[in-house]
C-alpha cells in the first residue's frame, strides 16, 4: 500500500527543512511526498529544492490558497491512501504512517484519524496543549467536535467519489471536508488512539477571535449545506467544554 503525504507551503523557511526530514524519518518504506508551493519567495524553495532528489514531486506556482493547494497534491498523488503534514508540523514518531498503513490493510476503512499535540513554535518538545479524538459518531460535528486534520488519511478514490476541498470556505474547508465524507456520504473510518502529529502554535484556523467568528460561521454553513442542523447555542456550549479540555496538557 503506497500513503501520499502532501505539504503545503508558503514562505516558510523556518520549519519546511523540519516537516521534510520528518517525512523521510518515517520507517514506512511505501511513502510519496509531494510538495506543492505556492511560489514563495524567502528561500523556502532553495530548501525543498536541495531534497529534490527525494522528493516524489514538487510543484511551485501560485494558487488560491491552501485548500486550492491541497486539492492540487491531490489530483497528483498515486497513492492509495492520501494524508497532509503541514510544513510547520512534524510527526510525532517515525512509526505514525506505519500505524496508518496497517489500519487500513486490517480493517474495512475509507479513513482514519488520531491525536495531536500543539506544541510551541520554537521548540517541538514544549507541549501547550493536546487534541484528543475519539471514535466517529452521527452529530458530533455539531456539538464542535471535529477529527484533528493533520491527522486525517483517507482514500484517494473518496476524493474522487466525494470531492476536494471547497475554496469557498476561508478556514474551515478542511472541516468541512471531513463532514461531508464522513457525516453526509457515511464513509467507513477508524480512531487510532494515539499521538500523530506534532502541531505548531497559530495554524490557519486557530489564531485569535476574528479566526474563531469565522470558523463558527463555516461551521454553519458546511453542517446546513451538506443536510445537518445547526444549533448556536448547542454548538457554543460544546465548544467552551472543548476550549477547557484543550487547556489541559
Known sequence: MKISIITVVFNNKD?????????????????????????????????????????????????????????????????????????????????????????????????????????????????????????????????????????????????EKNGYYRLDFKIAADVELMYRFLQKHKIRSKYLSRMMVKMRNAGVSNSGINSTITITKEMKKAIIENGGNFNLIKYLFFKTLKISQFMKK
Request: a negative charge; charged letters at 25%; hydrophobic letters at 35%.
Open 15 to 159: 520549519y519546511i527543512d523540519n516537516a521534510i526530514q520528518s517525512v523521510l524519518g518515517q520507517d514506512y518504506p511505501y511513502i510519496e511526498h509531494i510538495i506543492i508551493d505556492g511560489g514563495s519567495t524567502d528561500g523556502t524553495l532553495d530548501i525543498i529544492s536541495s531534497y529534490a532528489y527525494i522528493i516524489d514531486k514538487i510543484i511551485s506556482e501560485p494558487d488560491n490558497g491552501i485548500y486550492d493547494a491541497m486539492n492540487k497534491g491531490i489530483r497528483l498523488a498515486t497513492g492509495d491512501v492520501v494524508g497532509m503534514l503541514n510544513a510547520d508540523d512534524v510527526f510525532y514518531d517515525p512509526m505514525v504512517i506505519s500505524d496508518v498503513a496497517r489500519a487500513f490493510e486490517k480493517n474495512p476503512i475509507d479513513c482514519c484519524y488520531g491525536d495531536l499535540i500543539y506544541v510551541d513554535r520554537n521548540g517541538t518538545d514544549r507541549i501547550t496543549r493536546r487534541w484528543i479524538s475519539k471514535d466517529f459518531e452521527d452529530e458530533l460535528f455539531e456539538k464542535s467536535w471535529t477529527p484533528a486534520h493533520p491527522t486525517f488519511y483517507c482514500k484517494r478514490e473518496m476524493f
